[in-house]
């Protein structure tokens, strides 16, 4: 009886994790992002593109990075807008590796920002010399 008991107490233990994981696995939003100049504001003609991916767990931390090509980045930064439109920089990002431009340890978004991301209304965007308010831009869709 003793060993039915504990035996049921770890299956509801076990159940009772995996459940949590699941949970919170299943809140965080990622996105994948591709950067282009024509989603600029205004356009820019340019080779240069992006990839990456962006993730937006349920506490509005925020993780992950972009990797660009054909560009000399000088910054990169999540801001906060709709799609046409241009906006404040909500997070820096910071350059990583070579064309590696990663979210910092620690980044959160506020309650009005993930708001914001979850109306699609964020974009990742990545300057240069030679377009200095931003050559490539990609926005981050849940």
Known sequence: MNLI???TRSAFAIAALAGAMFAGSAAAAETVVVLSGDQEVPAVETSATGSGSITVNAD???SGSVTTYGIAGTMAHIHEAAPGENGS???PLKQTAQNVWSV???AKLTDAQYKSFEAGDLYVNVHSQAHPGGEIRGQLKP
Do not use: M
Request: hydrophobic share 50%.
């Open 89 to 91: 920089v909500v997070i």
């Open 104 to 106: 910092p340890a620690g």
């Open 60 to 62: 509005k931390s925020v």
């Open 5 to 7: 008991l504990r035996n």
